[in-house]
């Protein structure tokens, strides 16, 4: 899960004021931030491979014996949940905007090709080349992932603007109303 930090010690009073006049309010806060995220949301999709970055990854994996037509890599799905104040950072900062990729026919591919290497190397001669052979595809730069986090870190900036515009367009909204 990619999170956006947001320092906004008002935010929650905001949003529980915002609540309190009325429930469409804050849907419609919710759904005003999820379309201007639209467009980095897609950005994150399109960076991601829809194929298998490794060929042996094309092919319908087993479990229990019995053979399974899925195969372990597929498209991805990128999702906003706006929960403000429920996360909290390492920072004490609370998480306004949580963007989520998940691959679409539920197979692990994605997540082992885009967190392999984040913690360890490899432990056994497999698993380094097969680190390896994914860095030749596209190598990961810090801890976070290879495509969905690389995207997000290169769009993070307009992540937070287009909270930061939802935000003061509501604001604005609750000063008329006398909040």
Same mark, same amino acid.
Not at 157 to 162: P, S
């Given at each position: 899960?990619?999170?956006?930090?947001?320092?906004?010690?008002d935010l929650r009073r905001a949003l529980k004021a915002l609540g309190e006049v009325d429930k469409k309010l804050l849907t419609a806060l919710r759904k005003d931030i999820r #379309?201007?995220?639209?467009? &980095?949301?897609? @950005?994150?999709?399109?960076?991601?491979?829809?194929?298998?970055p490794?060929?042996?990854? $094309?092919?319908?994996?087993?479990?229990?014996?019995?053979?399974?037509?899925?195969?372990a890599y597929g498209?991805?799905?990128?999702s906003a949940a706006i929960t403000p104040g429920i996360y909290r950072t390492f920072? #004490?900062?609370?998480?306004? &905007?949580?963007? @989520?990729?998940?691959?679409?026919?539920?197979?692990?591919?994605?997540?082992?090709?885009? $967190?392999?290497?984040?913690?360890?190397k490899g432990g056994s001669p497999q698993g380094i080349a097969f680190i390896r052979n994914l860095d030749r595809k596209k190598r990961m730069r810090g801890n976070g992932g290879r495509w969905a986090w690389a995207s997000y870190v290169k769009n993070v900036?307009?992540?937070?603007?287009?909270a930061e515009r939802v935000i003061d367009k509501f604001a604005k909204v609750l000063d008329s109303e006398g909040f």
């Open positions: 899960m990619i999170h956006a930090e947001f320092d906004k010690a #379309g201007e995220l639209r467009g &980095v949301m897609s @950005q994150i999709e399109s960076d991601v491979p829809t194929v298998a490794l060929s042996n990854m $094309n092919k319908p994996y087993g479990l229990g014996g019995g053979w399974y037509p899925q195969k498209p991805v799905r990128v920072s #004490g900062k609370s998480n306004l &905007v949580s963007i @989520q990729v998940t691959q679409i026919d539920r197979a692990a591919g994605f997540k082992i090709t885009e $967190n392999a290497g984040t913690k360890s900036r307009q992540v937070k603007k287009a």
